[in-house]
């Protein structure tokens, strides 16, 4: 049995959700809301499919995510430089094959470009999941309807004008508006 928990916020702002059955309708849904004076870190839209912020009109989301994949291709390709040119000479004697210098030119720039990559694709998977707050164990905001592909626009506004806001998300398009609870997912 999940627990449901009213969203009223300490602030004194009340957790709303209106459902829209398109991205359209949830597009005008968003403007109308600035227009009514809530700010965009006040809103959260949820949505089944890819939906990019430029689709919304809204800001782009600020990430680590590149910061951290370059952080890992250099790190990458660090380790790699220490396979390539470092560990030839651990051992007392270098192994000579043949003709060949210890350290022959072009598997070096393959085996280079190759563990870069591992460093940059195992630290962008990394940035990914702490980004996404993975796993996250509190109870969080959600919508069954956005499993069958509807979007879900969540704000907070005051109690006063809850009902303003209600009507104008209804005359918009909204399936239903409602008051936010979290679930224990």
């Known amino acids: 049995m ?17 459902v829209f059955p398109d991205l359209g309708p949830a597009a005008d849904a968003i403007d109308k809301l600035r227009a009514l004076g809530i700010s965009d870190d006040q809103m959260n839209v949820i949505s089944g499919v890819p939906v990019t912020e430029a689709m919304l009109g809204r800001p782009s989301q600020w ?32 192994i000579q094959v043949s003709s060949q210098a210890v350290i022959p030119g072009p598997p070096t ?22 980004d996404s707050y993975f796993p996250n164990y509190r109870p969080m905001e959600y919508v069954k309807e956005v499993s069958e592909g509807k979007i879900a626009v969540f704000f907070k506004c005051s109690p006063e004008s809850k009902e ?22």
């Open 2 to 18: 999940t627990d449901n928990i009213s969203r009223i916020e300490p602030s004194g702002q009340v957790s709303l959700l209106a």
């Open 63 to 94: 990430t680590n995510v590149p910061r951290l994949a370059g952080g890992g291709a250099v790190l990458g390709f660090f380790g790699g430089a220490f396979l390539m040119y470092g560990v030839p000479y651990l051992y007392p004697y270098p």
């Open 109 to 130: 720039v393959v085996i280079l470009f190759e563990i870069t990559m591992l460093g940059m694709l195992l630290s962008t998977f990394l940035g990914v999941f702490l």
């Open 164 to 185: 303003k806001i209600t009507k104008a998300m209804t005359a918009l398009g909204a399936e239903k508006v409602e008051v936010a609870e979290v679930e224990q997912l």
